[in-house]
C-alpha cells in the first residue's frame, strides 16, 4: 500500500483485481500528481515487466475535500494518459459528482460509474 495518510491511500485490491483509491481532505496540485504517481508504481508492481496494458480503478471521495482548478486540471490529463479500463467512483453527491463527470468527460473516460457504496463500486468492477 501507498499513502499519504493526509491525502490518498492506492493499494491493489487481489480480491477485485483492481487499483483502489481513496482521497481524503482538499487536493491541490501536488497532492494530484502524488496520487497518480502512486497509482501508477502499484500497477506497475502488479504487472511487473509486463506492459501495462489496462487497469480497473476505484476511487473513493467520500472523504474528500476540494481539489483546486490545477488539481482537476491534473486529474482529467492523467485520465487522458493513462489506459483506465472501468472507474467505480464511490461517494460523490451534488456538485462534487458534476465535477467528476466534467474530469472524467475532458478526460476522455466514458466507461465510469457513481456509486454511493463500495460493495456496489467493487461488484461492478468485478463484472
Known amino acids: 500500500m501507498i499513502e499519504n495518510r493526509k491525502k490518498f491511500s492506492v493499494h491493489w485490491n487481489e480480491e477485485g483485481g483492481f487499483v483502489d483509491t481513496a482521497l481524503f481532505g482538499d487536493q491541490d496540485a501536488d497532492s494530484s500528481r502524488a496520487l497518480f504517481d502512486a497509482v501508477l508504481r502499484i500497477a506497475d508492481t502488479k504487472y511487473k515487466n509486463e506492459p501495462i496494458e489496462s487497469f480497473d480503478l476505484l476511487v473513493d471521495v467520500s472523504q474528500a475535500g476540494r ?61
Open 67 to 127: 481539489a483546486t482548478p490545477e488539481a482537476r486540471k491534473m486529474h482529467a490529463s492523467y485520465f487522458k494518459a493513462f489506459k483506465v479500463r472501468k472507474t467505480a467512483v464511490v461517494g460523490a453527491t451534488g456538485f462534487r459528482a458534476a465535477i467528476i463527470k466534467a474530469i472524467y468527460t475532458l478526460g476522455g473516460n466514458k466507461n465510469y460509474r457513481l456509486f454511493q457504496d463500495r460493495e456496489s463500486a467493487c461488484a461492478w468492477l468485478k463484472k
